[in-house]
């Protein structure tokens, strides 16, 4: 393919060429939730990020298949489970699909598989036997049915965040237990009698359950095949889970990734969002307070490997930024009506598209994703357009640049027209209700001005921005929008 797209690998630390393993197909495997409670806004942040590389990749004509593992056993999700009172298995359902309708409320793409940790044991097992029989894991020492990875037996261990194992610190309080060194790590846990017996699993070294990391080396690679092209997550995982993913995996003799992409974490009032501050926001609460297309406009305009800061004030300059996109987009197919263009349809991966999206946004993206470049693209056409609205001209004009605005941002997963965004029944009704009305104070205003009653037709236009509607005469009659602020 002529198409060249670089992407900064977190694992090389520099901007490569993506150079899809199978011609004109991009593999992708993203880290997907671990099911132990309500998903925050650091979820939502990396959900939107791949997202958006993915509508890119299908719009530059790659076929792409992304697998979205569901981690829905560990240990986290047993004690919540007791803690929330029900079964862990109802415990991780509810919060999975907590999580579905977050990504739902996004318009974050479905993956073309979402496979749960609990559905391939047996995949983990046997690569786990791989790793004993290559010398680099090995049963407790204990005689439990743990298992463990040798760190040490691996000398590339810590090569994705660029450390040597002899400077890596071990956590305070860290035992031996059965294990050769502090720092290797659990590939299969033994079942502990406090802990129900339905989470757990026969073995050949005795009854367990899988550890977190050999979870996405299992699932990746079943379905993505032994060498695939993008590995992503948030730079949360990137130590240790996806460091021991990598030694894990190329110990077993898989290439496994070649390019590693982590979005950036997500500060909340300047401060690092954790747990122990209190400072998570949640989605459920999120949308309470913002519109899902804000949510996401916000999660989207920055630069993905940025810190990102999230604050009520952050999110109003998003949604006054988005708003300017409405309202253009709202105007000019107002004005242009039945010859306004067809909406773009990233289910049929933008073939059906009439206009191509311009060169700089183009090589804004082709530049690892670089959405704040490729926004600035998008607002210098609004502008554009809004000239061509102001000056009542050009209509063909008006509809390619309506096309190519909508068409950008529908990439970046926030076209203000997509039908996703429409709202509910109630919604389309309150609009319904407000054409009517607009429509009936319109009819007045145009009497008073052919009676020459412009002080009527005036206060009529004032009363209807007094209520945040502005109105405007045209040669076709008028058009209105609602105003910014």
């Given at each position: 393919m002529g198409v060249t797209i670089s992407l900064y690998n977190t694992a090389s630390r520099t901007t490569e060429e993506l150079r899809p393993v199978n011609d004109g197909q991009v593999g992708i495997y993203v880290c997907g939730a671990t099911v132990q409670g309500e998903p925050h806004i650091g979820h939502l942040r990396s959900?939107?990020?791949?997202?958006?590389?993915?509508?890119w990749l299908l719009y530059s004509g790659y076929r792409v298949t992304v697998i979205r593992n569901v981690t829905d056993i560990d240990d986290k999700i047993l004690s919540?489970?007791?803690?929330?009172?029900?079964?862990?298995?109802?415990?991780?359902?509810?919060?999975?699909?907590?999580?579905?309708?977050?990504?739902?409320a996004l318009d974050v793409l479905p993956p073309s598989s979402e496979p749960r940790a609990t559905g391939h044991i047996t995949e983990m097992i046997e690569l786990i036997s791989r790793l004993i029989e290559a010398g680099h894991a090995y049963?407790?020492?204990?005689?439990?049915?743990?298992?463990?990875?040798?760190?040490?037996?691996?000398?590339?261990?810590?090569?994705?965040?660029?450390?040597?194992?002899?400077?890596?610190?071990?956590?305070?309080?860290?035992e031996l237990r059965g294990k050769k060194d502090a720092r290797d790590f659990a590939l299969w846990k033994a079942h502990k009698d406090s802990e129900p017996i339905t989470a757990s699993w026969p073995s050949p070294w005795?009854?367990?359950?899988?550890?977190?990391?050999?979870?996405?080396?299992?699932?990746?690679?079943?379905?993505?095949?032994?060498?695939?092209?993008?590995?992503?997550?948030?730079?949360?995982?990137?130590?240790?889970?996806?460091e021991n993913e990598l030694a894990q995996s190329r110990a077993a003799g898989d290439q496994f990734a070649n390019i590693w992409m982590h979005s950036g974490l997500l500060n909340v009032g300047g401060d690092k969002m954790s747990k122990s501050l209190g400072n998570s926001?949640?989605?459920?609460?999120?949308?309470?307070?913002?519109?899902?297309?804000?949510?996401?406009?916000?999660?989207?305009?920055?630069?993905?490997?940025?810190?990102?800061?999230?604050?009520?004030?952050?999110m109003e300059r998003s949604a006054a930024s988005l708003e300017r996109l409405q309202n253009f987009l709202?105007?000019?197919?107002?004005?242009?009506?039945?010859?306004?263009?067809?909406?773009?349809?990233?289910s049929d991966a933008?073939?059906?598209?009439?206009?191509?999206?311009?060169?700089?946004?183009?090589?804004?993206?082709?530049?690892?994703?670089?959405?704040?470049?490729?926004?600035?693209?998008?607002?210098a056409s609004v502008s554009e357009g809004a000239k061509l609205l102001d000056s009542g001209g050009n209509r063909e004009g008006l509809t390619r640049i309506v096309a190519e605005v909508e068409l950008m941002l529908d990439i970046l997963g926030v076209n203000p027209?997509?039908?996703?965004?429409?709202?509910?029944?109630?919604?389309?009704?309150?609009?319904?209700?407000?054409?009517?009305?607009?429509?009936?104070?319109?009819?007045?205003?145009?009497?008073?001005?052919?009676?020459?009653?412009f002080a009527t037709a005036d206060a009529l236009r004032d009363e209807l921005a007094a209520a945040g509607v502005v109105i405007e005469d045209t040669s076709d009659g008028y058009r209105y929008h609602l105003g910014e602020g």
């Open positions: 959900a939107s990020v791949f997202d958006t590389l993915r509508r919540k489970s007791v803690e929330e009172g029900r079964e862990w298995f109802a415990h991780a359902y509810k919060y999975e699909r907590a999580f579905t309708a977050a990504y739902d049963p407790a020492l204990d005689g439990s049915a743990d298992v463990y990875f040798d760190a040490a037996s691996w000398s590339d261990y810590g090569a994705l965040t660029n450390q040597r194992l002899d400077d890596m610190e071990l956590s305070e309080g860290a005795g009854r367990g359950r899988p550890g977190w990391h050999i979870e996405c080396s299992a699932m990746s690679t079943k379905y993505l095949g032994s060498n695939f092209d993008i590995h992503g997550g948030g730079l949360d995982l990137r130590f240790p889970h996806h926001v949640f989605a459920s609460d999120l949308f309470d307070t913002f519109s899902p297309l804000a949510v996401r406009y916000f999660l989207t305009g920055a630069s993905y490997r940025s810190i990102l800061d999230f604050s009520n004030e952050a709202q105007r000019a197919r107002q004005t242009l009506g039945a010859d306004a263009p067809a909406l773009p349809d990233v933008y073939g059906s598209r009439s206009v191509d999206v311009p060169a700089e946004f183009a090589a804004a993206l082709d530049d690892d994703l670089g959405v704040p470049r490729a926004l600035s693209v998008v607002f027209s997509a039908e996703v965004w429409a709202g509910s029944a109630a919604d389309a009704k309150a609009e319904s209700a407000l054409d009517s009305l607009v429509a009936a104070m319109a009819e007045r205003r145009a009497e008073a001005k052919a009676e020459k009653d």
